[in-house]
């Protein structure tokens, strides 16, 4: 697939990296000559300097016979210029970064595909659903759904007194046939597991189940479920301010701001919320703003330190749910070890809105979600496709990936050895980062 990607800020030159993993023909178009050459020496891509809002620039750049076009620099409105001169170009698909919620209000979806642009992501938005899930599902790390819940992965932390800890995933597989654990996550490293692979305390656990057993693997891990009603926010940031426009009716929010112009905004953008002016790494203002009667604390300042310090912060003082929002994809690994509750990244959920449109063209039948080093896809078997030639025991996979679950008729069911899989199922597929492309070959 050809690939053009305007802008090689934090965003565009993550999504090139991983894109080039996959064995995608790339180009990187932006202004800034330098730091194109770092990443033109170090990945698989082309790169082209010049202005992303540019004819010629695009010309050049192959925007006329590209597959999908990106349009990711730091600001909306040449995003939406670039899609609009690439599609008249003759791009065949196209993508822009946003930052206001305008160019999402379904009222607006005529106008927005009348300039050009087939699909808008907006990362802020991505982030601030990415932590409702987590303040409603506050026993896991992660949360992924496929046709509303008939088949969830949830990847879960392992504590000590949890009934699986210490037990062979073989004997587990055994003894509860209603759950798949399709990955393990241990210092650092995700790991595709096998039978004799052990669930050890600290592993963050990606389980595959229907959704008549949720109940079943919170005893397991011996978790329990706790009701969010009170949120301190530290930060008001983008994600802050979306974040309680879109949950205003489920949750009460309080912000905490250091910046005293952004406190004075606020008010406007957030009615329905107490904004407070401080620092919530001052322990003793924590104390005088309630941070024991709260239910759930989320950092979302533009430090990915400062997040994780005052998570464990929060917690030490008697929180029981944070959420950190970790920008430096370097940090994710060291704060899923600590002692928070859930890491969210803008760049990889952009991530996951871009793959998704790689593995089907049809992107409301598709899904996916980016992790720090392992994908999770949802991919339609097309008919002929080697993947439906024998049982799943005696397919040849990759020792990369692992088939977790599929949707068949509407219907949830794990996979086993001796499932066939047929053309027209909807199979979900943990991989590690960079074998994507393996996957597709099996299933087209």
């Not at 595909?113 to 599902?137: F, N, S």
């Not at 309680?244 to 250091?258: D, L, Q, R």
């Not at 606020?266 to 790494?281: N, Y």
Request: proline share 2%; with cysteine; net charge negative.
């Amino acid at each position: 697939m050809r690939i053009v990607i305007v802008g090689a800020g934090e965003v565009g030159s993550h999504l090139a990296k991983l894109l080039s993993d996959e064995e995608q023909d790339i180009m990187l178009v932006d202004a800034d000559a330098e730091r194109l050459a770092l990443l033109d020496a170090n990945y698989n891509l082309m790169t082209y300097v010049g202005s992303p809002t540019s004819f010629a620039t695009l010309r050049e750049a192959g925007a006329a016979r590209c597959d999908l076009f990106i349009a990711v620099t730091p600001y909306e409105s040449n995003n939406i210029v670039a899609c609009s001169v690439a599609k008249n170009l003759g791009a065949r698909f196209t993508v822009a970064r946003i930052d206001t919620y305008d160019f999402m209000d379904p009222a607006n979806a005529a106008h927005v595909k009348h300039m050009g642009v087939d699909k808008v992501i907006y990362p802020e938005y991505l982030a601030a659903q990415e932590i409702i899930t987590a303040l409603k599902r506050t026993w896991v790390r992660n949360w992924f759904e496929l046709h509303e819940g008939q088949i969830i992965l949830a990847g879960v932390k392992l504590r000590a007194g949890a009934p699986l800890a210490g037990m062979k995933l073989k004997d587990f597989a055994y003894s509860n046939r209603h759950f798949h654990v399709s990955a393990i996550k241990r210092n650092h490293e995700t790991i595709i597991p096998r039978g004799d692979h052990r669930m050890e305390i600290g592993d963050i656990l990606y389980f595959t189940t229907t959704r008549d057993h949720i109940d079943d693997l919170l005893a397991l891990t011996g978790k329990t479920e706790h009701k969010i009603k009170r949120v301190l926010i530290m930060g008001g940031s983008k994600i802050a301010v979306r974040l309680v426009n879109s949950a205003h009716e489920e949750f009460k929010f309080k912000i905490i701001e250091s910046d005293l112009d952004i406190c004075r905004k606020l008010p406007q953008k957030c009615p329905d919320c107490e904004i407070i002016h401080g620092d919530a790494r001052d322990i003793d203002l924590l104390s005088d703003i309630g941070i024991a009667d709260m239910d759930a604390f989320v950092a979302l300042t533009a430090s990915s330190e400062t997040n994780i310090f005052t998570c464990l912060t929060a917690k030490e003082l008697g929180v029981k749910k944070t959420i950190a929002d970790v920008e430096n994809i370097q940090f994710i690994s060291q704060a899923e070890n600590l002692n928070i509750g859930t890491v969210i990244n803008k760049k990889l959920l952009a991530s996951s809105t871009i793959f998704q449109l790689l593995l089907d063209a049809d992107s409301s039948t598709s899904k996916c979600l980016a992790l720090a080093d392992a994908e999770v896809a949802e991919i339609e078997i097309q008919p002929g496709s080697k993947i439906t030639r024998s049982a799943v025991k005696d397919l040849t996979l990759p020792k990369e990936l692992t088939l977790a679950g599929l949707i068949r008729n509407g219907e949830g069911m794990l996979i086993s050895g001796g499932t066939q899989l047929q053309p027209g199922d909807h199979v979900l597929v943990f991989c590690l980062a960079g074998n994507l492309h393996k996957v597709e070959r099996l299933f087209s």
